[in-house]
């Protein structure tokens, strides 16, 4: 099932139950971008394949490549929040998309209500909590990548 929240005028975000994609959430999908007349998608599963593939080596190799996802992870995230700000100042619709990493979408919302609404981020994980559908879980890992790089 697919749940479609606007986290932002004109900006929404689309993630899943981490079910398998029917033809029917595809359509759904289509007609959504449709009737909203967005003008960009930002698919982040397509982006972020590189995150936890570390996990699948010995413990050296583990941790450079631990180091190598956060890296990588940051400078994503930096550039969509960038792109979100950008297309929310000039009211440009977008759609942000999650499929099987539903918890990178909601890190690219911690981050982005962290430094362009200067949110703490206690109050921001309530009202998260409040305006989602469905729960999101983070990982310790993606917690970790949080609180070390939520405030950069």
């Known amino acids: 099932m697919v749940y479609l929240t606007e986290m932002l005028p004109n900006i929404w975000w689309g993630y899943t139950s981490m079910g398998p994609n029917t033809q029917i959430d595809k359509t759904y999908l289509n007609k959504f971008t449709t009737y909203h007349k967005i003008q960009e998608v930002i698919k982040v599963d397509d982006s972020v394949q590189f995150w936890n593939k570390s996990t699948q080596f010995i413990f050296d190799i583990k941790k450079q490549?631990?180091?190598?996802?956060?890296q990588q992870m940051n400078i994503y995230i930096t550039k969509v929040c960038q792109l979100i700000d950008d297309n929310y100042k000039?009211?440009?619709?977008?759609?942000?998309?999650?499929?099987?990493?539903?918890?990178?979408?909601l890190l690219i919302w911690f981050f982005f209500f962290v430094r362009?609404?200067?949110?703490?981020?206690?109050?921001?994980?309530?009202?998260?909590?409040k305006k989602l559908k469905t729960i999101i879980k983070l990982s310790d890992k993606e917690r970790t990548f949080l609180i070390l790089n939520i405030n950069q």
Do not use: A, C, V
């Not at 362009?116 to 909590?129: A, D, F, S, V």
């Open 65 to 70: 490549l631990e180091l190598k996802e956060t």
């Open 90 to 105: 000039s009211s440009k619709n977008t759609f942000i998309f999650t499929n099987h990493y539903n918890e990178i979408g």
């Open 116 to 129: 362009y609404g200067k949110m703490p981020i206690p109050i921001l994980e309530e009202n998260l909590k």
